[in-house]
């Protein structure tokens, strides 16, 4: 049986993409999965987790002696096959390169965009680290046996330098059961990380002038973003759940709700107005059987387009918004359809068991290469 151990050094526990999806799943599929992470050691779903405890919160600490932590743990179990998650890992997946193992890359960001908007690093250096940072990717990457992408640009920068470069979008998994949403509620629902790049606070206020409208929000306060928006005169119109474990947002959130609302700001990552499909959020809400109010990223036009399960807007246009949340809120059989068609999407096409073919047929391929 081929021995295989994940690592994150920056990822919480038990996190979505790498345990849920790619560890169960390559479980599943037969292989000795181990990952290494924070926390306790467990065993769960047929993997063994290897916890090292707490991982330093502040950033520098975190990507020095959690990155060597991690690694430290990662080499005792002495695997065939390493996947780690985190930039921070790169030297070590080199190191582990050098010991005659076989290394994957799972490149969670487009790291070269998400780099010029750190606001931690100082403006005038940030295209430079950048650049550094591209230049130090692609040498250790054409060391590895694969990389994992999750944007189609990261794939086609780094497709010239390793043999094994593999598109794999973070799509939800699909539960047979679904209890539907009210589509008479007239709550709009958002669920996720509070930040300025959602655009919440432009949410908030078209949500308000929708007469009997509001917002159903979750997620963590301990942000500067959520002490923005509770400071709004709008805030009144918002019903703020808290952070919620995944398991308990459909019937505390999605099954409340007749829309969701996804205003993924212009960010670097998502080229301007070209947008990703890495991006959750949006299939996430569509799994749920709920129309979506989303940006229009040319990439996720298509997705509302090819379906007819939602209404794409500009995330800066309060009157745009309004119009389109009127749209639904007021015409609940219209809302009820595109919902329809939101699920539909997903299981036909926006799924992770389409998404686990591909991480399976890049094991197989590394696993038998010599």
Not at 161 to 187: E, G, M, Q
């Amino acid at each position: 049986m081929v021995k295989v151990c994940h690592m994150t050094s920056a990822h919480g526990e038990e996190d979505v993409r790498i345990f849920h999806k790619e560890c169960v799943s390559l479980a599943n599929a037969g292989y000795d999965v181990y990952l290494v992470e924070c926390g306790e050691s467990r065993e769960k779903n047929g993997v063994h987790i290897v916890g090292v405890g707490d991982i330093p919160t502040s950033r520098r600490k975190r990507m020095t002696e959690g990155a060597k932590k991690v690694y430290e743990a990662a080499r005792a179990v002495d695997a065939d096959i390493y996947h780690f998650h985190d930039p921070e890992l790169l030297p070590y997946g080199m190191k582990l390169k050098r010991a005659g193992k076989k290394v994957i890359f799972d490149s969670h960001e487009d790291y070269l965009s998400t780099i010029t908007e750190k606001t931690y690093i100082p403006s005038y250096l940030r295209k430079i680290i950048s650049w550094g940072y591209g230049k130090y990717e692609k040498y250790v990457c054409s060391h590895f046996s694969g990389v994992i992408a999750c944007y189609h640009w990261t794939q086609d920068r780094l497709t010239s330098v390793c043999p094994n470069v593999c598109l794999i979008f973070n799509f939800p998994i699909i539960y047979s059961a679904l209890t539907a949403p009210d589509y008479f509620s007239r709550k709009v629902c958002f669920a996720g990380g509070i930040s300025a790049q959602y655009n919440l606070d432009t949410a908030i206020k078209a949500i308000s002038r929708v007469e009997g409208a509001g917002l159903l929000l979750a997620g963590d306060q301990n942000t500067e973003m959520y002490r923005t928006l509770v400071d709004l005169p709008e805030w009144r119109c918002v019903d703020f759940q808290g952070q919620l474990p995944h398991r308990e947002l459909p019937e505390r959130v999605y099954q409340k709700s007749s829309a969701g609302i996804v205003l993924l700001d212009y960010i670097a990552q998502c080229h301007g107005h070209v947008g990703n499909l890495s991006n959750i959020k949006l299939f996430e809400v569509m799994a749920q059987g709920l129309p979506v109010v989303c940006t229009d990223f040319q990439l996720w036009k298509e997705v509302i387009d090819e379906y007819a399960c939602g209404i794409c807007v500009d995330p800066h246009d309060v009157s745009q918004i309004e119009t389109a949340l009127r749209t639904l809120l007021c015409n609940p059989d219209v809302a009820k359809q595109m919902g329809q068609n939101a699920r539909r999407a997903v299981e036909e096409k926006y799924n992770w068991a389409s998404e686990e073919k591909k991480l399976l047929a890049l094991y197989e391929k590394i696993a038998t290469d010599k």
